[in-house]
């Protein structure tokens, strides 16, 4: 297998929480490479399914574009988040 | 006053009430044990118990505080619970915040009727640098926002203490954070006495000590009576109360979140330690009591919030904590000055 078939599509969305890409990475229909099985009842495919759950008390630490960890600061009632490529978005 | 359910056959529920309650005299560290090991029948009258003690030598006023920090992350400590130590592979970026976004923060801090504004770094001591940006914080919150500004910077020195205390820093937070026959266990680059000597510094100078703890980091109930002793031996004014919300990186990131019955018991069992203290909801409750647990423990013993979100995580909207406070048909505390 061509290392290139494990790398996301540009377009692949990441997840927020832990920065991994939201989609399977392989293109032969495979598990996704970077994710690891932590031995729990959920397969890897359900990983982001408990980072949307964690969201809900987390910023977002990756960037959703690029899968770039962010700068973030949070405040009292709010707080942003900025990706040194897609700039800067806020809640 | 409320009715209290019968205090079933918990003879130290009967002590407190007569030392704590009627007297205003908080338990020792054995005794809080037994509170702390009391079984899951008698927490309703514990937490109700706790709750009238509150009530006689607080008041019924809430506290209400919102959190910022002005430096995030990079941290030289390896306080292991913590995300913003440097020494961590923690998804965590160091931050600088500007002046004008804290202005605005604390803006709509004291919209929410907050009466505190607290200003945090994440740092093992401030450098120059920090205390020139704090002291031009200070200055222009002041200036543009009626609100109490306390500070949590770490370990300072005596002539640190002093320029805070000159400055208007009305309260300054250093933690314990856990039982000292615990802490080498939690932190190795700082040791117990350097946190304790802040913290008297702190009150020599004349400004209110906030000195909290963090439970739930693998501590037996024994520490954590001993740190509610520890801590109210200090006196301080205010005891923010901590969860461990287990951080991504930091070698506390397996640890099982603290069971909500337990972090109930503490509650109570602080408030029972020290009757007349500030004890503030601090980070970690919406993980480990959910929004039942948080009316559980505002209805024992806690007279404080940390209202919206905290230094690195997001916490309850902040209008779901004012609503319950409506809904308890608890007051906010205003604005006072207190130096």
Not at chain 1, 34 to 52: I, L, Y
Not at chain 2, 255 to 283: C, E, H, N, S
Request: with cysteine; hydrophobic share 40%; net charge negative.
């Amino acid at each position: 297998m061509n290392t290139e078939d494990l790398l996301p599509p540009p377009e692949t969305p990441y997840c927020e929480l832990c920065g991994l890409p939201l989609q399977p990475l392989s293109l032969h229909g495979d598990a996704p490479k970077q994710e690891k099985d932590d031995g729990g009842d959920a397969p890897p495919s359900f990983h982001h399914a408990r980072c949307a759950d964690l969201l809900q008390l987390e910023p977002p630490r990756f960037c959703a574009s690029c899968g770039r960890r962010l700068r973030v600061q949070v405040s009292p009632l709010g707080w942003w988040a900025s990706c040194s490529r897609h700039g800067l978005h806020a809640s | 006053m409320t009715n209290s359910p019968p205090l079933q056959d918990h003879s130290i529920l009967e002590t407190a009430r007569r030392q704590v309650l009627e007297q205003g005299t908080g338990l020792a560290r054995e005794q809080l044990l037994d509170v702390l090991r009391l079984p899951d029948e008698a927490l309703p009258a514990l937490l109700e118990l706790a709750h009238q003690v509150r009530l006689r030598h607080c008041g019924e006023e809430v506290e209400v505080e919102g959190i910022i920090s002005i430096k995030t992350g990079g941290c030289p400590e390896d306080c292991h619970f913590c995300s913003q130590s440097g020494l961590f592979d923690s998804p965590v970026r160091g931050v600088w915040l500007d002046i004008a976004e804290l202005v605005k923060a604390a803006k709509e801090t004291a919209a929410t009727g907050a009466t505190e504004f607290c200003i945090v770094a994440a740092v093992r001591g401030p450098d120059i640098k920090l205390m020139n940006q704090v002291k031009f914080a200070i200055d222009r919150i002041k200036q543009e926002v009626d609100i109490n500004i306390a500070c949590s910077l770490g370990m300072l020195t005596r002539r640190q203490v002093d320029q805070l205390a000159g400055w208007g820093v009305h309260r300054y937070n250093h933690n314990l954070e856990t039982a000292r026959s615990f802490f080498p266990q939690v932190v190795t680059t700082h040791t117990y006495e350097e946190r304790l000597e802040t913290c008297a510094m702190v009150k020599d100078a004349g400004m209110e000590l906030c000195c909290g703890a963090l439970i739930g980091m693998g501590e037996t109930v024994e520490q954590r009576a001993e740190l509610a002793a520890q801590l109210a031996a200090l006196e301080p004014h205010e005891v923010p109360l901590n969860f461990l919300n287990p951080r991504p990186g930091t070698p506390l990131q397996e640890q099982q979140v603290m069971d909500g019955k337990d972090a109930l018991r503490a509650i109570a069992a602080f408030r029972l330690a020290m009757p007349a203290t500030v004890l503030r909801y601090a980070g970690g409750r919406e993980l480990t009591l959910g929004d039942l647990g948080t009316r559980d423990g505002l209805l024992g013993g806690i007279n404080a919030v940390i209202v919206g979100n905290y230094l690195t995580t997001l916490g309850r909207p902040a209008t779901a904590d004012l609503n319950l406070l409506v809904d308890l048909n608890m007051p906010i505390k205003e604005l006072q000055e207190t130096l």
